[in-house]
């Protein structure tokens, strides 16, 4: 019987420190983070040079995506091979803006997806490898390779899944549900492999660039 009560007031203890601190935390908010904003990303990485100038989305667009700050911009090889770059930050995520995976955007738009599949990307400078989205995605007659993963406060995953329960997770122990959705889209024009090799390399040239405007 003692056992039992001493689990009990334990058990209430827990909740109801756990309790005051989530509320301290909530009126608190989120920790400040420092960070570029993502127009200063570099206009070169690696040999990807930036082509044209950033692009822009229209009011309606960027009501829907809810982010704090985004780029969208071209890389092109000097053989005239080109990617899509994006990156999508979210300041908090306790407001209900959140990353909007392309699984949901690009079939709104048209887009087909197909071949799912999952791939390791390793960054440029000899960083921790990480796992990334591949898919095939065409509209028509245009078929182009998508890559995309989740990125923030140390993290770079594929999964949604587990980008939603670190989220939590960090939103508890650090004050911080900021991060970004990362995704690059190049067109088939040899071939799938080719199209994967080109997405991969600028996917690694990028990311030991994406600390200062993702924060670990």
């Given at each position: 019987?003692?056992?039992?009560?001493?689990?009990?007031?334990?058990?209430?203890?827990?909740?109801?420190?756990?309790?005051?601190?989530?509320?301290?935390?909530?009126?608190?908010?989120?920790?400040?983070?420092?960070?570029?904003?993502?127009?200063?990303?570099?206009?070169?990485?690696?040999?990807?040079?930036?082509?044209?100038?950033?692009?822009?989305?229209?009011?309606?667009?960027?009501?829907?995506?809810?982010?704090?700050?985004?780029?969208?911009?071209?890389?092109?090889?000097?053989?005239?091979?080109?990617?899509?770059?994006?990156?999508?930050?979210?300041?908090?995520?306790?407001?209900?803006?959140?990353?909007?995976?392309?699984?949901?955007?690009?079939?709104?738009?048209?887009?087909?997806?197909?071949?799912?599949?999952?791939?390791?990307?390793?960054?440029?400078?000899?960083?921790?490898p990480f796992e990334a989205n591949r898919y095939i995605i065409q509209n028509g007659d245009a078929r182009q390779l998508l890559i995309y993963w989740y990125q923030g406060r140390g993290r770079a995953v594929a999964s949604e899944y587990w980008g939603k329960i670190y989220t939590v997770v960090d939103s508890v122990k650090r004050r911080r549900s900021d991060g970004a959705m990362v995704r690059v889209i190049v067109p088939i024009?040899?071939?799938?492999?080719?199209?994967?090799?080109?997405?991969?390399?600028?996917?690694?040239?990028?990311?030991?660039?994406?600390?200062?405007?993702?924060?670990?």
């Open positions: 019987m003692r056992s039992k009560k001493w689990h009990f007031w334990a058990l209430l203890l827990l909740l109801l420190a756990g309790g005051s601190v989530v509320n301290l935390w909530e009126h608190i908010g989120e920790a400040s983070v420092v960070r570029r904003e993502l127009k200063e990303f570099p206009t070169q990485v690696g040999r990807w040079q930036q082509r044209g100038a950033d692009t822009r989305f229209d009011a309606q667009t960027e009501s829907v995506l809810r982010a704090d700050d985004y780029l969208a911009r071209d890389y092109a090889l000097p053989d005239g091979r080109f990617a899509n770059f994006y990156v999508g930050y979210y300041a908090t995520q306790r407001n209900g803006a959140t990353y909007h995976s392309p699984l949901n955007c690009l079939p709104g738009a048209g887009w087909t997806l197909n071949e799912p599949a999952a791939i390791q990307i390793t960054p440029a400078d000899g960083g921790q024009q040899k071939s799938e492999e080719d199209a994967l090799a080109l997405a991969s390399e600028l996917a690694a040239q990028a990311a030991p660039s994406l600390p200062t405007f993702v924060p670990n």
